[in-house]
């Protein structure tokens, strides 16, 4: 069955001292945990990657990027590539956050070449996408999500869907305290797999986990796990608060 995955993306949150103690209270708590299928994962600012790793040694919390830079090497001020992040032991990275894409014009094309540096390095892109309000009140919704699933994900060839994960986060939910409800979300994520399935064949969609973004809380999340199509979520606020984020991870448990 596919994984269920709990991703608490901190965006620009957490210092040094904060991103120690949230791990020192929450990786005890999950050692104690039977997560099954379930996986529990963080994605602290760059210069706390390390020190989050340390923390999370030997548990069953995994550590992700929030971005990865679409150069391997060379005279990029600022930037972090795929196989500096290889080298800390990272297994995971976000990519194509609409944040980033935003905030640092990122599109599709930019989505799909971190997409493959992070591949040849061996790590499991998290791939975003999702549409804004105007593009959803103009019913444009599936016509963007198929658009940045094509773009992102060109060229990509699939064996097993377990290379990959994708994220449906609707951009008017994010941080605004909106959510979309799951059936909104559900009817989304079932198109994405319909997609998946058309492009790759049946056996990697059903194995392709997909998450869902966008105001997600512990009081929200059990119904939309329930849906068939969303294997989890990829959570900003609530997954600061070390209570929310466990609370989170026994409520995927308990639909296991």
């Known amino acids: 069955m596919r994984k269920l995955i709990i991703a608490g993306n901190w965006k620009m949150n957490k210092g040094l001292g904060e991103t120690r103690s949230f791990l020192q209270a929450v990786v005890p708590q999950l050692n104690k945990l039977d997560l099954g299928r379930v996986i529990?994962?963080?994605?602290?600012?760059?210069?706390?990657?390390?020190?989050?790793?340390?923390?999370?040694?030997?548990?069953?919390?995994?550590?992700?990027?929030?971005?990865?830079?679409?150069?391997?090497?060379?005279a990029y001020t600022g930037e972090v590539s795929a196989p500096m992040l290889a080298s800390l032991g990272l297994k995971y990275c976000i990519i194509g956050h609409s944040e980033r894409r935003q905030y640092h014009c990122e599109t599709d094309a930019s989505v799909n070449q971190r997409l493959f540096k992070l591949l040849d390095q061996g790590l499991v892109p998290i791939v975003c996408i999702g549409e804004t309000l105007a593009q959803r009140d103009a019913g444009d919704t599936e016509k963007v999500v198929l658009s940045q699933l094509e773009g992102?994900?060109?060229?990509?060839?699939?064996?097993?869907g377990t290379e990959i994960i994708i994220a449906y986060e609707p951009v008017w939910a994010i941080g605004t305290g909106r959510t979309a409800t799951p059936q909104q979300a559900q009817e989304v994520h079932a198109i994405i797999r319909k997609w998946i399935g058309e492009t790759y064949g049946q056996s990697v969609a059903?194995?392709?986990?997909?998450?869902?973004?966008?105001?997600?809380?512990?009081?929200?999340?059990?119904?939309?796990?329930?849906?068939?199509?969303?294997?989890?979520?990829?959570?900003?606020?609530?997954?600061l608060k070390e209570n929310d984020f466990l609370a989170m991870i026994n409520t995927a448990i308990g639909l296991t």
């Open 40 to 74: 529990p994962l963080v994605a602290p600012a760059y210069p706390f990657l390390t020190e989050a790793l340390r923390e999370a040694f030997a548990s069953p919390l995994m550590v992700s990027a929030q971005d990865v830079s679409e150069r391997n090497d060379g």
């Open 152 to 160: 992102g994900l060109k060229d990509l060839k699939l064996e097993s």
């Open 206 to 239: 059903q194995n392709l986990s997909i998450l869902y973004g966008g105001s997600v809380k512990p009081d929200n999340i059990k119904e939309l796990l329930e849906c068939s199509d969303i294997d989890g979520g990829l959570i900003g606020g609530a997954s």
